[in-house]
T-cell receptor, first 118, second 116 residues
C-alpha cells in the first residue's frame, strides 16, 4: 500500500524538551511539507522540502527544525524554543510531475501526530 | 495575500438531503483548488482537485465547481449519508517564491453533521 505514515500518533513533551515527529512516504513524491493545525484556524505551513538535502521555512518555522536526508523521510523536530507547541501536526507530500509548476500538484496527507506539552 | 473563507463553519442536515458547501478566495489568479475531508483526529483526505481551466469535477456523489472570476468554489454532496459527517476544507495554492513553490492557503473548514 502506498501512502504517508506519521509516528507517533500521540506525543507528550515536558517543558524544555526537544521531540521529533516522524514522516515517511512511499509514494515516490519529491516534495514534502509539515503543517500545524490549531482549533479554529486553518492549517499553517511550518517547513517544506522540494528535493533531498534542501528545505525552506514556511510561515511559522520559529522553534522548529527539519532534515531531508532521504526522499522518503522528512522528520520534524519541535525544539524547546517553540513556546506553544501543543497542536496537531500534519505531514503531506506531492509529486512534481512536470505537468504543473513545481509544487502545484495534489497534496496527500498523513494521519497526523497530536503533540501535547505537559 | 490569498485569503480563503468557508461559510458556514458548521452545518447539520437530515440524511438524504442534497447540500452545498462554499469556499471563497480573494485572489482569483489561482492554478487549482483542492477539496479535502477531515475526520476528527485524523489527517486530510483529498476529495477533488479542480484545475483553473475546469468549471466542474465529479467523483461519485461529490461535485465541485469553480468560478474564478467570482472567487468561489462549491462542493455539492448528493443524497447525504451519516458517513459524510466530517469537516470539509478547501485549499488554494499560490506562488511563494520565484522558484514557483506553492504555498497552500487552507480555509478553516465547514463541519458537517448528517443526522440519520
Amino acid at each position: 500500500d502506498g501512502g504517508i505514515t506519521q509516528s507517533p500518533k500521540y506525543l507528550f513533551r515536558k517543558e524544555g524538551q526537544n521531540v521529533t515527529l516522524s514522516c515517511e512516504q512511499n509514494l515516490n513524491h519529491d516534495a514534502m511539507y509539515w503543517y500545524r493545525q490549531d482549533p479554529g484556524q486553518g492549517l499553517r505551513l511550518i517547513y517544506y522540502s522540494q528535493i533531498v538535502n534542501d528545505f525552506q521555512k514556511g510561515d511559522i518555522a520559529e522553534g522548529y527544525s527539519v532534515s531531508r536526508e532521504k526522499k522518503e523521510s522528512f522528520p520534524l523536530t519541535v525544539t524547546s524554543a517553540q513556546k506553544n507547541p501543543t497542536a496537531f501536526y500534519l505531514c503531506a507530500s506531492s509529486i512534481d510531475s512536470g505537468l504543473a509548476p513545481p509544487g502545484f500538484n495534489e497534496q496527500f496527507f498523513g494521519p497526523g501526530t497530536r503533540l501535547t506539552v505537559l | 495575500k490569498q485569503e480563503v473563507t468557508q461559510i458556514p463553519a458548521a452545518l447539520s442536515v437530515p440524511e438524504g438531503e442534497n447540500l452545498v458547501l462554499n469556499c471563497s478566495f480573494t485572489d482569483s489568479a489561482i492554478y487549482n483548488l483542492q477539496w479535502f475531508r477531515q475526520d476528527p483526529g485524523k489527517g486530510l483526505t483529498s476529495l477533488l482537485l479542480i484545475q483553473s481551466s475546469q468549471r466542474e469535477q465529479t467523483s461519485g456523489r461529490l461535485n465541485a465547481s469553480l468560478d474564478k472570476s467570482s472567487g468561489r468554489s462549491t462542493l455539492y454532496i448528493a443524497a447525504s449519508q451519516p458517513g459524510d459527517s466530517a469537516t470539509y476544507l478547501c485549499a488554494v495554492p499560490s506562488y511563494l517564491n520565484s522558484g514557483g513553490y506553492q504555498k497552500v492557503t487552507f480555509g478553516t473548514g465547514t463541519k458537517l453533521q448528517v443526522i440519520p
